[in-house]
Structures are given as structure tokens and as C-alpha cells.
């Protein structure tokens, strides 16, 4: 399973762009990128995956490299309720059928939003 | 998107009474389901990787015969923590994917258990 690196905080103000990058070197082949968002005493909750270069849902866009050794995670325009934890991980898409494929939680990064 | 709920979503018990936990998947099947606990300021760690009809695959470190993994049928599974310390006290989380694949899962709203 591919390491990640996060930053372990951020501030931002309300409004404004937020760019979270994640490094993950050894990244293999068959590796999926994939983003959660987590507020204090609940689950985790899915934003975005991808495989390389762009994508872009209602919520967010990852931005992925050619390397695929890193991505960033963008939310545009923030607000308060984005205050969160946000975990990067990299994890095979495939399921081997035996449900063996596993997330392995980085140490996230902890958002603050700032009025 | 896919619902999965957990209950009870906190309890609280005495040192050495067990405490079962159900994670059910609401709108679909999931063959697998995953097991986490999360102390305070801290990352979740998978404890156990439960597949439906068979035994669990619990993490390194994590007691098998201290948290039971039951999963009995596609939508649900239990955890079951045996005689309970305080230092169980947690969050667990359950997680559950959809058959046929996919790295999305789909996360409960947690568990928060205090022993006493």
C-alpha cells in the first residue's frame, strides 16, 4: 500500500480556494487516488477519486500529475462547514473478490476556516 | 450514494460487560465490511476486514477473541468488544463496500464507546 504525506494543518478564510496536496511516491500502477472528508465524532465521508490527471464533481477537483506521485485536492470557494479532516488515499480499484483491498488512513489534514 | 448505519451511535458500560456494535449497509449488498477505531486527534486503523459467511481478517496487534466479527448476511455485520476495559474506550467506525469492487467505501457514523 502507497504512503501518503499530508500536511497536518491548514487555515483558510471563508471564500477563498484551498489547494491540500498529498504526496504518494510509490504509487503503483493499479492504484487509485482517492479523497474522504471527516467532521469530529462521524465517519468518514467519500469527495473525489481519481486516476490521473483532472477531475472535477459538484464538491471538489483533483488534479493529478503525469508522475502520479502526488495530487491536490481543490475546494473552491470554502466556507465554515468545510472545517474538516481531509484524508488522502491510494489504494488498488479493484476488488480481488476475496474483499481483501484495504484503505490505509494517512494522518490527514485538518482544515480550519477562518470568517 | 450508499447508506450504511451503525447502532448504537454511543454507549456506555462497566469494565468487564461486552458490548456489541451492528453496522448495517441500508440500500445495498456488501460483501465486505470493515472494521476501524479512532482514539481522540487521531487517524483511523483498520482493526478487521469482515467478509460475509466467513471469518474476519483482523490487522496485527488487534485480539481476535477480544473484538468478535460477526457477519452474517450482505447487510450486516457486528463487533462485538468481550469484556471491556477502559482502554477500549473509542470511536469505531464500520465501512462497507459494494460487491463487485470499487475503492470507494461507505463509512457509518461511528460508534462512541466508553468503558467505565
Known amino acids: 500500500l502507497a504512503k501518503t504525506t499530508q500536511p497536518i494543518s491548514m487555515d483558510s478564510y471563508e471564500g477563498q480556494e484551498v489547494n491540500i496536496t498529498c504526496s504518494h511516491n510509490?504509487?503503483?500502477?493499479?492504484?487509485?487516488i482517492t479523497w474522504y472528508q471527516q467532521f469530529p465524532s462521524q465517519g468518514p465521508r467519500f469527495i473525489i477519486q481519481?486516476?490521473?490527471t483532472k477531475v472535477t464533481n459538484e464538491v471538489a477537483s483533483l488534479f493529478i500529475p503525469a508522475d502520479r506521485k502526488s495530487s491536490t485536492l481543490s475546494l473552491p470557494r470554502v466556507s465554515l462547514s468545510d472545517t474538516a479532516v481531509y484524508y488522502c488515499?491510494?489504494?488498488?480499484?479493484?476488488?480481488?473478490?476475496?474483499?481483501?483491498?484495504?484503505?490505509?488512513f494517512g494522518k490527514g489534514t485538518k482544515l480550519s476556516v477562518i470568517p | 450514494g450508499a447508506v450504511v448505519s451503525q447502532h448504537p451511535s454511543r454507549v456506555i458500560c462497566k469494565s468487564g460487560t461486552s458490548v456489541k456494535i451492528e453496522c448495517r449497509s441500508l440500500?445495498?449488498?456488501?460483501?465486505?465490511m470493515f472494521w476501524y477505531r479512532q482514539f481522540p486527534k487521531q487517524s483511523l486503523m483498520l482493526m478487521a476486514t469482515?467478509?460475509?459467511?466467513?471469518?474476519?481478517?483482523?490487522e496485527q496487534g488487534v485480539e481476535k477473541d477480544k473484538f468478535l466479527i460477526n457477519h452474517a448476511s450482505l447487510t450486516l455485520s457486528t463487533l462485538t468488544v468481550t469484556s471491556a476495559h477502559p482502554e477500549d474506550s473509542s470511536f469505531y467506525i464500520c465501512?462497507?463496500?459494494?460487491?463487485?469492487?470499487?475503492?470507494?467505501?461507505?463509512f457509518g457514523p461511528g460508534t462512541r464507546l466508553t468503558v467505565l
Open positions: 510509490n504509487i503503483a500502477t493499479n492504484d487509485y
Open positions: 488515499l491510494v489504494g488498488d480499484m479493484y476488488d480481488s473478490g476475496a474483499g481483501s483491498y484495504q484503505l490505509t
Open positions: 469482515s467478509n460475509e459467511g466467513s471469518k474476519a481478517t483482523y
Open positions: 465501512s462497507a463496500s459494494l460487491a463487485g469492487g470499487g475503492l470507494e467505501q461507505f
Open positions: 440500500d445495498f449488498q456488501a460483501t465486505t
Open positions: 481519481g486516476y490521473k
